[in-house]
């Protein structure tokens, strides 16, 4: 939902960055390896019983690598591959956190933390299926930055989620609830985008299962 807002004040300087490092001979995939290795970091700390709090420093900065890789690859070369593996690292990230609760603590996390990851593979099936067929159709967007595959719009999106995974490792005692209601509002998200692939693509039949 803030995704579009957030670009629009964070690409100049991660644009600005991105120039600096390619300059220097970055590559766009180096960046997004070592922010999923931050993101792990992030998740190994947290699972590993260590102060959740302090896991939010290599969460973060893994957030952000996650966003220079894009403005490396803008200002050299964009690839095919560096979207693919831009998007598998995300969902790795994405998994592994809430992973990292569940065995932190899985009497107390255990059922909230399948929900919430349940709910994160329903809300990642409506997106790529969405970001596939609108492929087909030539559709394009850059609501929410330059994207490799099309980002239909959501109630909860990469800002929100990033958001969460803050709060908990500010409140790790509330994951439980927190989860619960972040995954509700996962599958209210998939569902609308359920009813916008409705509008957008029934006018015309698609092969496959």
């Known amino acids: 939902m803030f995704d579009g807002m957030m670009r629009r004040l964070i690409d100049p300087p991660l644009n600005r960055a991105g120039r600096w490092l390619a300059a220097r001979g970055v590559g766009a995939n180096g960046i997004t390896l070592a922010g999923l290795g931050f993101g792990l970091a992030a998740a190994a700390m947290i699972a590993t019983g260590l102060p959740a709090w302090a896991a939010l420093g ?4 893994g957030r ?5 890789d894009g403005a490396v690859a803008r200002a050299t070369t964009k690839t095919d591959f560096g979207g693919f ?4 690292c995300d969902f790795v990230f994405y998994a592994a956190i809430p992973l990292a609760f569940v065995l932190r603590d899985p009497a107390s996390n255990g059922v909230a933390g399948a929900v919430l990851l349940a709910s994160f593979y329903v809300n990642a099936a409506s997106f790529l299926g969405f970001a596939i067929l609108a492929e087909k159709r030539r ?5 929410q930055g330059e994207k490799s595959l099309y980002y239909a719009v ?10 969460f995974f803050a709060f908990l490792c500010l409140a790790p ?3 439980a609830p927190a989860a619960l209601i972040f995954g509700a509002l996962c599958v209210v998200t998939a569902a609308a985008r359920v009813v916008l692939a409705r509008r957008v693509f029934s006018d ?5 299962s």
């Open 58 to 61: 290599p969460l973060l900065v």
């Open 64 to 68: 952000v690598f996650d966003g220079l």
């Open 85 to 88: 593996l831009d998007i598998f």
């Open 139 to 143: 559709m394009t967007t850059v609501q």
């Open 154 to 163: 959501g109630l909860l999106e990469g800002t929100e989620t990033i958001g």
């Open 173 to 175: 005692a509330l994951f």
């Open 204 to 208: 015309r039949s698609v092969s496959g």
